[in-house]
């Protein structure tokens, strides 16, 4: 048994503590802010479950399967339909009574001819990329799903679990530095652990790894980018999508989702929007580019004025958020296990995994947590 302490309790490092402690080390999770669930998780406002940003869950998915294994209480979800989902500029993506159209989008689907604008669109919002195709499926197969208890419910599942299993979660603990001990915290306290897993974010695992192995740090981490998006989330007393669940504009790399038209038992008032636009906007046909947070901002409010027609005098309640880190390293380049002979594993969406986003970090911090020997001293 080793004594396992993790760091971040994000997705990946709450799935981390649940294998690591059912396979029966002793495991203390800390956490620098005052909640769970990092990125992936939401607050019950008004009767709204808001999120940083729209978050999918991808049906069968590492997220999905663990949710559902961990309790015995199923939650439901609803699958995004393809006849409500509207890529501006080229119509919804299943056009009612268009046969041809929705022939050749199907088509277009399959293929993934990145040259089309369906395939760029279904890809944007499979991913936040619309360079990305692994995710394209989950949208064409009506996989890409809306839970009916949002991410709180969903992170929340993970958290009652370690709970059950006796597992140490502190909250407002940060990790201020790694020693072959252990770990120092910002309140000057050692925990001492054979192994660490750092669950906390590529930029802070960078910083702290950078004080045990600078060398072999820069290696690690070099070439990486991360990509950040601005959201608006607004629970509504109106319907301002009308028909539509989705609407796509690709080219700005904006999309506004309303989770109650895909999943009702969201909430029983009007609408939730959510709405992102992620990296730079093409603002002209050229290719200028802004990367201010504020031009993002003020393009998406556009983007709802236009498209949601009336929804600032219908607001019960929102939450913003100018930059938020969606991306850290799409291409999942980064071996979890790089720094295993130093006694730390890292997890996270940016480690190495078949999957990414959500699925990424819990799929690596399940990995990191069923290999706890191969970083045991
Ligand atoms: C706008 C947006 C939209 C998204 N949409 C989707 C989607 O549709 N589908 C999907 O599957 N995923 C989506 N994601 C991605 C998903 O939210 C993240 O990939 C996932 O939550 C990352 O989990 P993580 O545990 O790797 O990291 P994080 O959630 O970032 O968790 C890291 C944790 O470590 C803590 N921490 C950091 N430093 C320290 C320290 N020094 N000491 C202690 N604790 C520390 C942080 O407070 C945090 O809680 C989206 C993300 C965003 C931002």
Known sequence: MARVLIVGAGLAGLSAAIDASANGHHVVVVERSS?????????NKEG???TFGPHLLQNKGPMWELCRRLSKRKFSSAAIRLDKVEVLGHGMIRPKGNI???VENRRALKSKDQSHPIVRAASFLTSWSPDYLGRIETLSKSKL?????????????LAAALDEIGVLIECNVKVESLHNYGVK???GKKIEADVVILACGLSKSRQLLAEVDQQRTEQTFSGLSKITASIIEVGLDSKPLRERQVIIDTDN???IVDYTAIQSRLSTHGSHLSA????GLKIDKGETRFESQEDRMEYLESFLDAQASGWREHIITD???EKITIHENLGNEIDGFAFSDKGIIMAGSWVQSDFILADAAVHSGRIAGKNIGKAQH
Do not use: M, P, Y
């Open 145 to 157: 799903l809306v839970s009916n208890e949002g991410w709180i419910g969903l992170a929340g599942r």
């Open 48 to 50: 709204f479950s808001l």
């Open 253 to 255: 790399h904006t999309t």
């Open 319 to 321: 939450l913003r958020q």
């Open 276 to 279: 992102i636009t992620v990296g």
């Open 100 to 102: 041809s159209r929705v």
């Open 35 to 43: 909640t769970i669930g990092g990125r992936g998780t939401s607050q």
């Open 185 to 187: 915290l910002n309140n």
